[in-house]
């Protein structure tokens, strides 16, 4: 169980990276910059604690808010696209159940609150004019200043509070053994738990913060739809079984199609039918007229990518 009093608060600044991060349940700092030396805005990463609670600020506004699921740890460089490119490739990552906040909050409108608030050293934003401090990363806030942007955001600090990682689902990422090796279980009521679970957990949650539909169908109504994997779960490592990048919320009989290699997606969101997939079914599910589902994000396209060249049936 977690201590509220020994819970802190993190502002991290995301311009580039946050649905990445935020899809994929984490954050991510390289230890060291070009010239070898660390940069604390980095180096804080490997601070946070599991419990703590951490603001995300994205083009001048607080935009999504999470817990801490773990702490700090060494990890390889995720798919950051772009924004990443300059990196090293070791880092230090908190894995973060996020949540898109009720209401958007913009601190440079209080700055007369805010500013008396903010730590005088290692500051997210220049005191004086509200703008975003270059280079802070993550920045460690004071209890008051967590407190004052929850009130501003709409969420209840009991919401955040005592938020711990299910323990299904940190088996899957710590020791997948645990499961696979149940021999009370045969192979497919495995693979069907598994399955099923992430589903309904962290994974479909991730997925569902920036896929609000079936892309296909257009069909929104959550009861409908299927959190599915773009790499396959049997090949994907354990941090992408549980990234939100690598899902779509898809109807059912969309699902089938992806899933079995039938349909794929480009970049730009083209989408390609299998010459292998009937033509009954193409005319029955109306899906001849269906050419383009929109475009997609950097890092799904990385998942896409692997989806094309090795499930897809030419």
Not at 11 to 37: C, H, I, L, S
Not at 154 to 180: T, Y
Not at 258 to 279: H, I, P, W
Request: aromatic share 12%; with cysteine; glycine share 8%.
């Amino acid at each position: 169980m977690i201590n509220i009093n020994d819970v802190e608060y993190w502002w991290v600044t995301q311009n580039q990276t946050f649905e990445e991060e935020v899809r994929g349940g984490y954050m991510w700092a390289p230890k060291f910059q070009k010239d070898g030396k660390s940069l604390t805005a980095y180096t804080n990463v490997s601070l946070v604690k599991p419990g703590d609670i951490i603001f995300s600020y994205v083009n001048t506004r607080i935009v999504a808010v999470g817990t801490a699921l773990s702490s700090g740890y060494t990890s390889m460089k995720p798919h950051t696209g772009d924004a990443g490119e300059v990196w090293a490739n070791e880092g230090w990552r908190v894995d973060v159940d996020y949540s898109l906040v009720p209401r958007e909050f913009k601190p440079k409108d209080r700055l007369d609150e805010i500013g008396p608030l903010l730590p005088a050293k290692y500051s997210p934003l220049i005191a004086k004019t509200g703008h975003g401090a270059q280079g802070m990363y993550l920045s460690l806030i004071s209890e008051q200043l967590g407190e004052y942007l929850l009130r501003q955001i709409g969420v209840k600090p009991e919401s955040l509070f005592f938020v711990e990682p299910d323990p299904f689902e940190k088996a899957l990422v710590e020791d997948e053994q645990a499961i696979w090796e149940n021999s009370v279980l045969s192979e497919t009521e495995k693979q069907r738990l598994v399955l099923s679970r992430v589903g309904q957990g962290l994974f479909r949650k991730r997925v569902k913060l920036f896929e609000n539909t079936c892309r296909v169908t257009g069909v929104s109504d959550d009861n409908y739809l299927i959190a599915s994997h773009i790499k396959p779960w049997s090949v994907a490592g354990s941090d992408e079984r549980l990234d939100g990048n690598n899902g779509l919320l898809l109807s059912p009989h969309i699902d089938r199609l992806f899933d079995r290699g039938y349909m794929t997606f480009a970049k730009n969101g083209d989408v390609f039918l299998s010459n292998e997939l009937n033509q009954d079914v193409v005319q029955r599910w109306s899906l001849q007229g269906i050419e383009n589902v929109g475009e997609f994000s950097e890092a799904q396209e990385h998942f896409l990518e692997h989806h094309r060249d090795y499930v897809f049936k030419q």
